[in-house]
């Protein structure tokens, strides 16, 4: 059998950004190709929100408030043509609404000029690391598991990541500062640190109100910036422990926001908080929101009018208070999770989890969980699951930058129905003692 020769134009890999050699480029692709192959298959992969909320008529509804807003508020005929219809500000043309959101929800006050609309949150997390790493002797330390988003960004920029991995409790202050002084004695600056604090992507864990003030008396301590980045919260039941950047108050961090989880995906509109001052040689001070701005023009040049239009329009049929819009959401997510939680527990009796070495986290919210198996949970593992037991998950190691997480899997509980959810534990319990049993 002869291979075939090369083909006119072709390029080869070796001349591509070493990036597209990067597994954690491939991974959404794998799960997307398998949940198409296997379409019957009951699917705990996806982090999207459930479809059951969403009315496709209720867009115009949020189109038509926010041009009555404009109107109420002195807009010209051509005016709120052109908001609809123009490129728009870089940096955005719904930072008041987002910003008084900001203070209704979070408690987060800063003002509009340091907030930076953005294409979905990925955009604002390029940004920002684009904007803080300098070059090879600054690194971005992330809280690991993380987001596989931000490892993506690392490898596209050439950001040399280190992770801080989280124990058994989660996240621990004195094991970022052991790699901060770690980087220091190797002659490297510890720039930022990237964090999910709440019911985070993928593991689940939460950070402790009294760790929080302990990372940023540390961040103050060490000249670190915080990457905060918490898009579960609203969606989440029963109230909610302080963000960091509201608790922030020598401007340490840096509040990385979607409205993808509490309004809806396909807006595809985030933003990042970014009140830091910043001092050029001539002495003059301005906000790191536009120096990410800057970036964005060159990026996307703009948040498209449309998506930011029906966000405002959102906003506004709340008061501003996009909490008040998640109510029934985040009742069905904590119901969601306390159901997988409850058949799991079913699934698996006591004696029989421990003989198994089976065991779950408990989050008190969110979308994940993560759930340690007696087996290597690779893609070989999966596709089985998949093809001979109808069940899909997603492999925990996608989340280690460094190698981890070979007997872990997460489940994501936010796009079944509760039936679905039975069903899936159900399926996903045989696979787990079948491939236990295994030689």
């Known amino acids: 059998m002869t291979r075939p020769g090369p083909q006119p134009g072709a390029l080869h890999t070796a ?3 070493a990036s597209l050699g990067d ?25 999207r929100p459930y479809d059951g909320f969403f009315e496709t008529e209720q867009i115009f509804d949020h189109l038509h408030r926010y041009l009555d807003h404009l109107e109420a508020n002195g807009a010209s005929p051509g005016q709120i043509r052109s908001s609809l219809f123009q490129y728009g500000p870089t940096s955005g043309q719904i930072r008041e609404l987002i910003a008084d959101s900001l203070r209704k ?16 949150c990925q955009e604002a997390m390029f940004l920002a690391v684009r904007a803080l790493i300098r070059g090879p002797e600054d690194v971005l330390l992330v809280s690991s598991p993380c987001y596989v988003g931000i490892t993506g960004v690392a490898a596209l920029l050439d950001v040399d990541l280190t992770p801080v991995e989280e124990g058994d409790k989660g996240f621990r202050c004195e094991d970022l500062e052991a790699a901060v002084l770690a980087e220091r004695a190797r002659g490297r600056r510890p720039r930022a640190f990237y964090v999910t604090p709440d019911h985070s992507n993928p593991s689940g864990s939460t950070i402790p109100l009294e760790t929080r003030h302990e990372l940023l008396e540390l961040a103050d301590r060490y000249d670190l910036l915080i990457l905060e980045d918490s898009p579960y919260r609203l969606v989440s039941p029963g109230r909610q422990l302080p963000t960091l950047k509201s608790l922030d108050r020598a401007r340490r961090v840096v509040h990385l926001g979607s409205l993808s989880k509490t309004l809806f995906p396909g807006a595809r509109v985030g933003y990042a908080v970014a009140d830091q001052p910043v001092v ?3 002495g003059r001070t301005g906000l790191l929101a536009a120096e990410l701005t800057r970036i964005k023009s060159m990026v996307t040049v ?18 501003g208070r996009a909490a008040d819009l998640n109510v029934e959401t985040a009742a069905y997510y904590g119901d969601a999770m306390r159901t997988t939680l409850a058949r799991l527990a079913e699934a698996f009796p006591e004696e029989e989890r421990v003989a198994l070495g089976v065991r779950w986290n408990e989050p008190s919210g969110g979308f994940f969980l ?70």
């Open 302 to 319: 703009n948040t498209p009018s449309l998506s930011q239009a029906v966000v405002a329009g959102m906003l506004l049929s709340a008061g």
């Open 370 to 439: 993560s759930l340690t198996v007696p087996f290597h949970a690779d893609n070989a593992a999966l596709e089985r699951s998949a093809e001979q037991f109808g069940v899909i998950w997603t492999p925990m190691s996608y989340f280690y930058p460094r190698g981890g997480g070979e007997r872990v899997i997460r489940l994501s509980v936010s796009y079944l129905t509760h039936a679905e959810i039975a069903d899936g534990v159900e399926r996903l319990a045989c696979f787990i003692k079948d491939q236990a049993a295994r030689p």
């Open 105 to 120: 929800d979070e408690g987060i006050d800063v003002p509009a000029e340091s907030v930076v609309v953005t294409v979905g």
């Open 15 to 17: 001349d591509l950004h």
């Open 23 to 47: 597994p954690v480029l491939d991974t959404m692709n794998f799960l997307n190709e398998v949940t198409h192959r296997y379409p019957e298959a009951v699917s705990f992969a996806p982090g």
């Open 280 to 282: 050029d040689d001539t």
